[in-house]
């Protein structure tokens, strides 16, 4: 079975259409015709387009029955957007991305696949490559140009009622080394941003219920500075900061997780199984009023493996925060509805930006990459280690 990752239904490979690549320098090929489920997905008027066919056994490519023209545009026999090849061709995983408005979800994923195609990506002999062209633009213009060419923050992710997104796909490929040689291994990365709008209610559209339910992973990201108990820990910049959304109660933390909790159940009263990471964002703010012995107070050994001591120091650190901060429910909630959960703490930033802009200092992200590194090792890509 495959999930789309544009509507995330779900149809065995067998299933997956092509469409004709329409008329060539030389005139043959077929004519557009509406399009009506891709108009539908899109909300917008119905675009003409080759049309779409099917075949008994889809490869890469295949001839259209109508004008024999070859063609290798695969699409969602769905939602009738075009599926990148290599997302076909490989396992591919849904990283469902929640969190409440103003926890930096959208920074994250900047600063995130920033790490990945650098700094992370060599450590890891890894390549993280898009899988297609929606890919590349999105994330050179709504992402890397305003953060890292121009140095101002993000805007807020509209609500997707308002502004249709697609998702960031990409390919990631590591290099793995044994006692008979190396080999490559990949899989495909579908990171799909919500806005905070959109999880404010239990009514959510059907795109983000389905989106959830195909979800093979989920990191929650949370806001520190809105739990009230860690708000007594901060000074300065870093308390003004805190409490933007104490006029919003349906944008609380806790709130946020049992609403899409309720949605990703399917087996009654079993604990979900989804591997779930829950991040606590901008710890940075906080790293001040934590003891100096503290698992948060130092940077994550580069050693290309997932540091399993190091992993458990910082997941019961935050847990251990949790509690002092009078914020322990999220954790006993989360122990009573998932088998499979982990805590981090990581700022995507590195230091408090201003109302616009990212520090002087410039952007220095902290443990950011942990979420993904502890998914890939629950994804069977990457190799635990005690030290």
């Known amino acids: 079975m495959i999930s789309c990752p544009y509507c995330f239904a779900r149809m065995p490979r067998r299933r997956i259409?092509?469409?004709?690549?329409?008329?060539?320098a030389r005139g043959v090929g077929c004519d557009p015709v509406p399009d009506q489920a891709l108009g539908a997905f899109r909300a917008t008027q119905t675009p003409s387009l080759p049309p779409v066919f099917s075949v008994r056994r889809p490869g890469r490519r295949a001839p259209c029955?109508?004008?024999?023209?070859?063609?290798?545009?695969?699409?969602?026999?769905?939602?009738?957007?075009?599926?990148p090849v290599e997302y076909c061709a490989n396992p591919g995983k849904i990283v469902a991305l929640v969190g409440a408005k103003g926890a930096?979800?959208?920074?994250?994923?900047?600063?995130?696949?920033?790490?990945l195609m650098n700094r992370v990506g060599e450590e890891l002999d890894a390549s993280l490559v898009p899988c297609d062209d929606r890919t590349i633009e999105r994330y050179k213009q709504d992402f890397a140009r305003p953060l890292y060419g121009q140095h101002r923050l993000l805007a807020a992710t509209q609500s997707a009622a308002a502004m249709p997104r697609d998702p960031l796909v990409y390919?990631?490929?590591?290099?793995?080394?044994?006692?008979?040689?190396?080999?490559?291994?990949?899989l495909t990365?579908?990171?799909?941003?919500?806005?905070?709008?959109?999880?404010?209610?239990?009514?959510?559209?059907?795109?983000?219920?389905?989106?959830?339910?195909?979800?093979?992973?989920v990191i929650f990201l949370l806001d520190p500075l809105e739990l009230p108990g860690a708000r007594e820990a901060l000074t300065g910049t870093a308390r003004s900061r805190g409490g933007r959304l104490d006029d919003d109660?349906?944008?609380d933390s806790l709130d946020v997780v049992v609403r899409v909790t309720e949605r990703?159940?399917?087996?009654?009263?079993?604990?979900?199984?989804?591997?779930t990471a829950v991040a606590l964002s901008k710890i940075d703010a906080l790293q001040p009023s934590m003891e100096r012995q503290s698992a948060l107070h130092r940077s994550r050994a580069p050693i290309g493996e997932l540091d399993l001591d190091d992993r458990?120091?910082?997941?019961?650190?935050?847990?251990?925060?949790l509690y002092e901060w009078q914020a322990g429910a999220l954790d006993r909630y989360l122990g009573q509805h998932y088998a499979n959960y982990n805590l981090f703490g990581l700022s995507a930033l590195g230091a408090l930006p201003s109302d616009t802009s990212v520090s002087p200092s410039g952007i220095r992200p902290y443990r950011v990459e942990d979420p993904l590194l502890w998914l890939l090792h629950q994804f069977k890509m990457l190799d635990g280690t005690r030290r």
């Open 104 to 115: 930096g979800k959208s920074t994250y994923i900047a600063v995130l696949v920033h790490e």
């Open 17 to 24: 259409q092509f469409r004709c690549m329409g008329k060539g």
């Open 312 to 321: 458990e120091a910082v997941h019961e650190q935050i847990r251990a925060l």
């Open 65 to 83: 029955p109508t004008c024999s023209r070859e063609t290798g545009w695969l699409v969602c026999p769905s939602c009738h957007n075009r599926l």
């Open 189 to 217: 990365l579908v990171l799909f941003d919500t806005a905070g709008e959109d999880l404010r209610s239990r009514d959510m559209s059907e795109l983000h219920l389905r989106y959830l339910g195909a979800a093979d992973a």
């Open 264 to 275: 990703l159940r399917r087996n009654g009263g079993r604990k979900l199984r989804v591997p």
């Open 171 to 186: 390919l990631f490929t590591r290099t793995r080394r044994g006692r008979l040689g190396s080999g490559t291994a990949s």
């Open 249 to 251: 109660p349906l944008s």
